[in-house]
C-alpha cells in the first residue's frame, strides 16, 4: 500500500481517522473523572481516618471464628497452688479437663474463708436470643455474690494443682505459682510472678509477645492456635480448636459428646434415657433447642423469609394482573385509565421496600407478616409495570384475528391476548419470587421478620460469628435451590414460546437483576 | 363446543378420528395439569399465610385496624412543618424536645450558607451508592473478561472467575456490612464495603455475557495482525461492549441506591437511619420529609438513568433479553 492509497482512504473515511477531540479522549477523561470522584469520596467519608482507626487484629480473630472456636483455661495464681478455671458455658461441658491442659497434684493444707458458692443450675435454652444456657434470667436469677453465708476460717487439706502445662500445639505455657515459661517453637521466655502486683520477664521479649507497660500484663501470640495473657494474677489461655463446636448436640443433652455410632445405637435400640419419650424424639428434640447453635429456631425464621418472598410475590402477580390489563395502552382505550394505574405502580415501586418495610412493621408489629406486604406493595409495583409492558408488546394479529370470528371482549383478552403473555407474566414473577428471596433477608433486619433479624443480631454480639456463618451457609443454599427452580420453570415456559418469531422479552428487566 | 360438535362429524377419516382422540387426551392432561397447579399453589399460599400469621408478633385480624392509625398518627402538626423539617427551619411548636430540632443538623458550608440534615444524608447515600458502583464495575469489569468464553481460553481460569462471581453475589450484603460494621464502628465505610462486593459479582455477570454476546470479527482481525491479548479485548472487544456496559452500570446505580438506603437502616449512615429513627420515634413531620425526599430522588435517579440508558444503547436500554 502506497501512501498514496493510505490518503485515500483517510479522505473517503474522514470520521475514523480525523474523530473529534471528545471522542479521540473520552476514555481518558473518563478515567480521571472516575479518579477526581475516588479522590472526592475518601475525602467525604474520610476513608483513611477510618482505614486507620480500623482494628484489624479483631478482623483476623473474627474471621477465624466463622469456622473455628475458642476454649479459655483461666489459670488462677493463689498463696501456694493454682486453680483451673473454664469459662462457665465452655464448650467442653460441665465439668471439662482437657488432655492439652497437663496438671501437677499435690495435697495441700490451706485456710479456707467460705462455703463454695452454690452451682447455679442451668436451665433450657431461651428460644429467641443467643443467650448462654443458665444465663441470668428473670426466672433464674444469677446469685448475687453477697449473699454467701458468712465467712468462718477453718483449715482443710485437699488435692490442689501445683503446677499446669497447657499445649496449644508447638506453643506451651507452663504454669506454677510464681514462675510462669512461655515456650513457642524453640524459644523460651520466663515470666516471675509477684502475686498481684507485677508480671517481669527475665529475657528480652521476642515479637510474639507484648507487654505495653514494665510489669503489667504480657499479651503472648501462638497465631491461629491461640493466645494468651500472663496477667499478675492469672494466666489466661485461649486455645482455637477448628470446626463447629457442639453443632449437633449441646453439652446439657445426654448424647452431648458421645460418638455417632453410640449415638445411632442409643436411638435405635438403647433403653429410654427419658421414660416419657423415645430416645429418637429426645434426639430430634435436644437437636432443635441445641442452646448454641438453636437449629429449630434459625430453621423457623429460614422458612418464615421463605414465606414472606412466596406470599408476598404470589400476592403482587394477583393484583398486578388485572391492574396491568388496565394500565397497557392497547388493551384499555382510555388514556385516564392508562395513566392514573401507571402512575400507581409508579409510586408503589419508588417508595422503596425499606420505607414499607419500616410502616408494616410499626402496623403489624415485627414479623413475617410485616416483610411479606413490604414484599407486597413493592412488587405490584414492579411486576404491573412489566406486565403492562409485556402487554403493549404482544402481537395484534391474533387479537384481531380473534375479533373477527365474533368473540366478546372478554373472550377476546382470553384467547388472542393471555396465551401470549401469560408465559412471560409467570416466567417474570418466578424471577421476581427468587430475587425476592434474598432482599427479604436484608429487610429482616430492620424488623420484618425473618432470618435477617436474627442474622443481624447474632453479628452484633460479636461472639456468635460461627452462628452467623452457619446461616449464610443456609442462606445461600436456599437461594441456590430457588435459583435452579425457578430458572428450570423459567426455562421451560420460555421454551415453549421460543418458536415465535414475534416473541416479547421474557427476560427481567436488568433493574431487577440483583 | 359448536366446534366440537362440528369434528365429530361421521366423515372424519379413522387417521382423523385417532388424532382428534389425542388431542382430546392431551387437552384434559393440560387442563389437570392448570387445576392441579392453581390447587397447589392455593393450598401453599393458605399455609404460608397461616404460618406467616402465627409466628408474627401482632396477629393479621388483630393489627389491621391499628395499621391505618399509624397512618393517622404521621399527621403533622400542620402542613408545613414538614417543608420546615426538609429545609431545617425553626419550628413554631420547638419544645426542646428531638422532636422539633430542625435546625439541630444543619451543615454548614460558610457562616450563613447550610445543607439542610436530610439533603446532607441523601447526598451521603447518593455518594455510596455511586462510589460502590464505581468500585464494583471497576472490579467487575477486569474480572468478566476472565468468565466469557470467547475470551479466555483455560477452562479452569473461567470456571473459578464464574464460581467466584456467583459466590460474591450471592453473599447476604448485610453480613459483609455487619462484619465491617464489628470493625470500623459505624459509619458508611461497610456499606461501601458490602455494595462493592456485592456489585463486583453483579455486574461481572452481567459484564460478561454481554462480552459472550460480542461481534468476535473485530477481534479476529486483530488476531490476524498478530495483536496480542490484551490488545484484542482492549480494541476489539472493548468498545462494541461499552455502551451495554454503561447501560449495566446505570441499572446497578439504581438498585444500590436501594441498597444503601436500606444499609444505612441497619447502621450504616445515610438517609436510611434517619429515616429508621424518625419512624421508630414517631417524629411525624420528620418521617414525611424523609419519604418525601427519598422519594424524589429514587424518581430522579431512575428517570435520569433510564434517559442515559437510551442515548447510550437506544432501544436496547428497554428491552433486555435480546442479543441472546
Known sequence: MNPDAVNDIAARHPDAFRRSLWKRYATPIGILLCILYTFYCSWFFSVASVLEKANWNLAGAYLADWVSYEIRPDIEFKDNHLTIDYSRFSKLGSNPNPDWVAKQMAVIERQVEAAPAPAIATNKSSQDSFMAPGAPTAENPAVPLGQSPPAVPETVRENAVMAATVTLGNGQIAVTPNLVTVTRGAESVFFDIAKGSSVTPRTPLPDWIEQRRPGSTAYVSFGFLGRAEVQNDEVVAWRRFFGWANFVFDTNSPFWGKPFSEVASLIVSGARIDPSRSNAALAWDNILNNAEWQHGDVWLKLLQTIVMAFVGTVLASIVAFPLAFLAARNVTPSRLANQVTKRFFDFLRSVDMLIWALFFTRGFGPGPLAGMSAIFFTDTGTLGKLYSEALENIDDKQREGIRSVGATPAMVQRYGVLPQVLPVFLSQSLYFWESNTRSATIIGAVGAGGIGLKLWEAMRTNTNWANVFYMVLLILLVVFVFDNISSYFRRKLMGSAGNDERRVSARPPAAQIA | ?324
Open chain 2, 1 to 324: 363446543m359448536s366446534a366440537t360438535d362440528v369434528c365429530r362429524a361421521p366423515a372424519l377419516s379413522p387417521e382423523g378420528a385417532t388424532v382428534e382422540r389425542h388431542w382430546h387426551d392431551l387437552a384434559a392432561r393440560r387442563r389437570l395439569y392448570t387445576i392441579g397447579g392453581l390447587v397447589f399453589l392455593f393450598l401453599a399460599l393458605s399455609g404460608s399465610l397461616w404460618f406467616a400469621n402465627e409466628t408474627n408478633a401482632g396477629k393479621f385480624f388483630d393489627r389491621l385496624p391499628y395499621v391505618a392509625d399509624f397512618f393517622a398518627e404521621l399527621k403533622p402538626r400542620d402542613w408545613i412543618d414538614p417543608v420546615r423539617a426538609l429545609f431545617d427551619l425553626p419550628s413554631p411548636y420547638d419544645d426542646g424536645s428531638l422532636k422539633f430540632d430542625y435546625p439541630e443538623g444543619r451543615v454548614y458550608l460558610t457562616q450563613g450558607i447550610y445543607i439542610p440534615e436530610y439533603f446532607h444524608r441523601m447526598v451521603e447515600t447518593l455518594n455510596i451508592a455511586l462510589f460502590s458502583t464505581l468500585v464494583g464495575a471497576t472490579f467487575g469489569f477486569l474480572l468478566c473478561f476472565f468468565a466469557a468464553g470467547n475470551i479466555t481460553a483455560s477452562r479452569w481460569l473461567r470456571f473459578f472467575t464464574r464460581r467466584f462471581l456467583e459466590i460474591v453475589r450471592a453473599f447476604p450484603e448485610i453480613v459483609i456490612a455487619g462484619f465491617f460494621l464489628a470493625i470500623f464502628s459505624l459509619g458508611p465505610i461497610p456499606a461501601i464495603i458490602a455494595v462493592s462486593i456485592h456489585t463486583v459479582g453483579a455486574l461481572g455477570k452481567m459484564f460478561f455475557e454481554v462480552v459472550e454476546n460480542a461481534d468476535m470479527k473485530p477481534e479476529e482481525g486483530l488476531r490476524a495482525v498478530g495483536a496480542n491479548w490484551v490488545e484484542r479485548v482492549w480494541f476489539g472487544i472493548v468498545p462494541q461492549v461499552l455502551p451495554n456496559f454503561m447501560s449495566y452500570f446505570l441499572l446497578r446505580f439504581e438498585i444500590n441506591v436501594r441498597a444503601s438506603t436500606i444499609l444505612g437502616a441497619v447502621g450504616a449512615g445515610g438517609i436510611g437511619e434517619s429515616l429508621r429513627l424518625s419512624i421508630g420515634r414517631s417524629h411525624e413531620a420528620k418521617t414525611i420529609a424523609i419519604v418525601f425526599l427519598l422519594f424524589c430522588t429514587i424518581v430522579a435517579v431512575d428517570q435520569f438513568s433510564a434517559w442515559l440508558r437510551h442515548r447510550l444503547v437506544g432501544r436496547q436500554a428497554f428491552a433486555y433479553g435480546r442479543g441472546e
